[in-house]
């Protein structure tokens, strides 16, 4: 397994990708809590976090993921503010394949700033040569994430039937990859 140090990936002269860590806890799930709503509408899980102890238990199991290079849980960070998360929610590491996923504080959507971390990262991670294949899987009804896929350079793979359970109903998804290979970038 590939190594690196990833503590930190910097985005621009504001805003930078944070390993999640425990330290973070308090903040993160202020946020998940003042976005819960909005959440839900695209995400499955925010309804499944009731207190700060279930932030928790999710923040200790990334960090071990993160450290083992099964998975990378990033916060967002504008200047000294978390506005959101962006993820490797698994890393096949024999297939260089990285699923990702993605969030951000409804205030702070419209901006360009989760399309920036998302660049930053794709580079960092194909430069460091542990994922050549970046997916995005999303529902078909979700336009902004599937704008987010098109504007960044992920090609349509196919749509995979009734493949997201989200409030109640399974829904059609779209999956999106990127192929970096570290020498033609
Ligand atoms: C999906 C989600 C992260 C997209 O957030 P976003 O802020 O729209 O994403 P981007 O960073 O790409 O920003 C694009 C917007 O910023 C604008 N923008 C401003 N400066 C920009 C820049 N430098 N680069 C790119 N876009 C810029 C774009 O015009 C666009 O606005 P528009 O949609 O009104 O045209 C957000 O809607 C979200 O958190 N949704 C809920 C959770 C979710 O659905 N997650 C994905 C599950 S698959």
């Known amino acids: 397994m590939t190594l690196c140090n990833d503590a930190v990936i910097a985005v621009d002269d504001h805003i930078r990708l944070q390993a999640i860590d425990e330290r973070f806890v308090p903040e993160l799930h202020q946020l998940v809590v003042k976005n819960r709503a909005f959440l839900q509408q695209s995400l499955d899980w925010p309804q499944h976090v009731t207190d700060e102890a279930a932030s928790r238990q999710n923040a200790i199991g990334n960090v071990m993921l993160h450290q083992r290079g ?5 916060l967002i960070f504008v200047d000294e503010q978390m506005v959101g998360v962006l993820s490797f929610n698994l890393i096949e590491p024999q ?15 419209g901006k360009g700033i989760l399309s920036r971390a998302l660049n930053a990262f794709v580079a960092f991670y194909s430069k460091a040569g542990i994922v050549r294949r970046f997916v995005i899987k999303c529902r078909v009804a979700n336009l902004e994430s599937n704008r987010v896929a098109l504007r960044n350079g992920f090609v349509l793979e196919g749509c995979l039937r009734q493949a997201e359970f989200l409030n109640g109903e399974y829904h059609d998804q779209n999956i999106y990859a990127r192929i970096v290979d570290p020498t033609s970038e």
Not at 101 to 107: A, F, Q
């Open 70 to 74: 099964y998975g990378k849980m990033f």
């Open 95 to 109: 297939n260089k394949t990285g699923y990702i996923g993605y969030w951000i504080d409804e205030s702070w959507q």
